[in-house]
């Protein structure tokens, strides 16, 4: 029999992507294989939002070229956002004349026919395709726990720094029916914890009048569950989703919120279509409906003219808001994009040593909320147990470690934090 072994890189969606690549191998009758080495298809199924992504991933193309070398009957495929971009999938056939296959995101549904005619020693480079019915693709999740459900895709909000609405394509929402069911048949198949995923999902608009109906209507299944949702942007984010999620203890109280700057100079040049103030006044209002939310952000640094003030409106903002985890990001020049032809490109170091400071300070913010952490009790789904220590995830996201002697993996617990440990969680079952 066959084997495949995917290589995924990227966000969430790149990951859910992946798990529909490998429904359509299994449908095909092929199994997964534990590396590169023992498969007889690679695929790699990239992202192109920073160069740092495209700079891996073609690093790792130059080992796999050795394993075609060696096993020419190899299949090797490439996929997501990076051929899509401009100019990447003849960069790709020039750089690496040994890639079988070069397929786009919207085209993913085709791989079963991509594979018969690679299996027929044809080469395919297929980037766009209108039809896009990624949502037809069987699936195979990675887990059994917790599962993703696409309800957008694409994005519209072209901030001047980003690729995505570039190789992603104009906002799509799903169909509100077919999101109800997919999710109704994973809550029975005892999925406990739901992550809706879309570039902008506050601006979902498919069948139902705002993202909170459809919200709300994941929350009607029985049993216990959790319906998270990412990725929102700051300007969508309405006070009816954080109603709905004060309403039921069915969604996460947890936000996924990126600032990206703290400075209003360095948010217009960015297109955010939010100031600073607009931001915090929406992370009140969110505090003031769930007052035990968790947020995290994604924060960015060295845009194009920022200068160290704004960078230190940056350290402000986060000062301000607090927040409990901060992905954080060095600016990536992305041709194509505004802000690629902006002046004032920040060196290297000046980015470098703006991140580490920004990490720093979130470092000492994480760890004054971990120590305000001991002491409460938190449902925690327990998402990992071996030999009796275990872990999981609070509904505000927090991670917390306990012992069990029993298996309690995929259960919901109650665990009280009786200390921390280098900012880490250690709990007690209650
Ligand atoms: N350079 C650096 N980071 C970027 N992001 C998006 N585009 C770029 C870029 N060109 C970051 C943003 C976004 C996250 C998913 O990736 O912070 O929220
Ligand atoms: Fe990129 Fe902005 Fe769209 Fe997010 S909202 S995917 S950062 S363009």
């Not at 920073?50 to 490439?78: C, F, H, Q």
């Not at 954080?328 to 703006?354: C, E, H, W």
Request: with cysteine; glycine share 6%.
């Amino acid at each position: 029999m066959k084997k495949f072994f995917i290589n995924t890189y990227g966000c969430q969606m790149n990951v859910h992507e992946s798990e529909k690549l490998a429904g359509i191998l299994f449908r095909r009758g092929y199994e997964r294989a534990q590396s590169n080495e023992d498969a007889d298809i690679i695929l790699l199924n990239t992202c192109c939002i920073r160069e740092t992504a495209e700079t891996r991933i073609l690093g790792n193309l130059g080992m796999i070229k050795k394993i075609k070398e060696k096993r020419p009957d190899v299949i090797v495929g490439i996929c997501g956002c990076m051929p899509q971009k401009p100019g990447n999938a003849e960069m790709l056939k020039k750089r690496c004349p040994f890639i079988d296959i070069i397929f786009g995101t919207f085209n993913m549904y085709k791989l079963d026919e991509y594979l018969d005619a690679a299996e027929n020693h044809e080469k395919i480079s297929e980037i766009w395709d209108k039809e896009d019915k990624t949502d037809d693709a069987p699936i195979r999740r990675d887990g059994d726990i917790k599962a993703f459900v696409n309800i957008m895709y694409g994005c519209d909000n072209f901030c001047s720094y980003c690729i995505v609405p570039y190789v992603r394509g104009r906002e799509r929402s799903r169909n509100f029916d077919d999101i109800v069911s997919e999710v109704c048949s994973l809550v029975r198949d005892g999925y406990k914890e739901i992550t809706l995923l879309g570039q902008n999902v506050n601006s979902y608009k498919g069948g139902a009048p705002e993202f909170s109906h459809l919200l709300r209507a994941l929350t009607t299944f029985d049993g216990e569950y959790r319906i998270k949702f990412m990725t929102s942007h700051p300007k969508d984010f309405t006070i009816d989703v954080a109603e709905a999620m004060a309403s039921s203890d069915k969604i996460a109280d947890f936000i996924h919120l990126p600032v990206q700057s703290g400075s209003d100079r360095v948010l217009k040049a960015m297109n955010r279509r939010y100031t600073s103030e607009d931001y915090l006044n929406k992370i009140e209002m969110i505090r003031s409906y769930i007052p035990s939310v968790g947020i995290s952000t994604d924060i960015m640094v060295g845009f194009p003219g920022e200068t160290e003030d704004d960078y230190k409106d940056t350290e402000k903002l986060v000062e301000k808001v607090r927040f409990d985890n901060i992905y954080t990001f060095i600016y990536s020049r992305r041709s194509g994009t505004v802000a690629d032809k902006m002046p004032n490109q920040i060196d290297l170091s000046v980015k470098k040593g703006r991140i580490k400071r920004l990490i720093d300070l979130q470092f000492e913010i994480s760890d004054e909320l971990a120590e305000k952490c001991v002491g409460k009790t938190y449902r925690v789904l327990c998402d990992s147990w071996n030999n009796g220590i275990a872990s999981g995830k609070s509904s505000c996201d927090k991670t917390i470690s306990f012992q069990s002697e029993r298996n309690c993996y995929g259960e919901f617990l109650n665990v009280k934090v009786v200390k921390t440990k280098k900012n880490k969680l250690i709990g007690e079952l209650e």
